[in-house]
């Protein structure tokens, strides 16, 4: 049990990678604070933790993009588990059309979510992290972020910040126990990209070296290496999780 008595709150966690990643943290030992935008979601996911490892999640909803709000879901989700060690930051959204026609709204919703999301969550658990002096925080970045994609004007660039965002906290924090990394997933089988059509999908395929897309476990299992007592000398790192499509 590699996360015995550790607390993770895991963002985004209502459906697809969130969820795989709250299940495998689970499976492992760790309490789980499930957080979701909708609450059905997490109340569902949080649901299936605590029938398969008793008594272990707890379902919370927020809008991530939401500064306070995400403050004080945090203070009460260090009161109800009384510690926090791992935070994942993984909700995010899409928005895509061309950068031309982009609206602001498209670009500032998504700018909001998956940068200023992370940054909310992070200022939550940072001082707790910090006092504790341990603690490990993981963001689910993008390969997009790295390589950029047509039609992802905002998406790829809120994932860059997020990477460049991880970076700054390694450096802040080394000193003080907690470790901050990305994981950039390439193509994952999610609803987020079950809306892409098929022949989107196979031209995808054909560009990525394994030639088909990855599974939400496969990213779970990144975080997992990430935050356990293996991944203690590693910060500020960008772990790229996708058949090979970037190198
Ligand atoms: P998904 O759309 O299935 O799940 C996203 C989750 O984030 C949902 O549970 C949703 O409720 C939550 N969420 C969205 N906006 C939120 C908000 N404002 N506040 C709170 N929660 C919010 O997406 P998927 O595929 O599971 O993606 C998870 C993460 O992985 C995202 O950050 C995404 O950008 C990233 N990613 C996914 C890839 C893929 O191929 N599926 C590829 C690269 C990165």
């Not at 604070?33 to 059905?40: F, I, N, Q």
């Not at 899409?94 to 670009?107: F, I, V, Y």
């Not at 998406?155 to 990305?182: C, D, M, P, W």
């Not at 395929?205 to 599974?215: D, N, S, V």
Request: hydrophobic share 45%; proline share 2%.
């Amino acid at each position: 049990m590699k996360f015995a008595n550790q607390v993770a709150i895991v963002t985004g966690a209502g459906r697809g990678i969130g969820r795989a990643i709250a299940m495998r943290l689970a499976s492992e030992g760790a309490r789980i604070a499930v957080v979701s935008r909708t609450e059905k979601n997490s109340v569902q996911v949080a649901d299936e933790i605590n029938a398969k490892y008793a008594g272990l999640a707890k379902a919370y909803a927020v809008d991530a993009a939401d500064h306070a709000a995400v403050q004080t879901l945090c203070a009460q989700i260090i009161t109800d588990f009384t510690r926090v060690d791992i935070l994942v930051n993984n909700a995010g959204i899409t928005r895509d059309g061309l950068s031309m026609r982009m609206s602001p709204e498209d670009w500032n919703s998504v700018i909001a979510t998956n940068l200023g999301g992370a940054f909310n969550f992070y200022q939550g658990v940072a001082r707790a992290m910090m006092k504790q002096r341990s603690g490990r925080i993981i963001n689910i970045a993008s390969v997009a972020g790295i390589m950029g994609n047509a039609g992802q004007a905002n998406y790829a660039a809120s994932k860059a910040g997020l990477i460049a965002f991880t970076k700054v906290v390694a450096r802040e924090l080394a000193t003080r126990g907690v470790t901050s990394n990305a994981v950039a997933p390439g193509f994952i089988s999610t609803d987020m990209t079950d809306v892409l059509s098929q022949e989107i999908k196979d031209g995808v395929a054909k560009q990525i070296p394994m030639q088909k897309f990855g599974e939400p476990d496969d990213i779970a299992n990144a975080v997992a290496f990430l935050a356990s007592t293996e991944g203690k000398y590693i910060t500020g790192q960008v772990l790229t999780v996708d058949g090979g499509l970037v190198m």
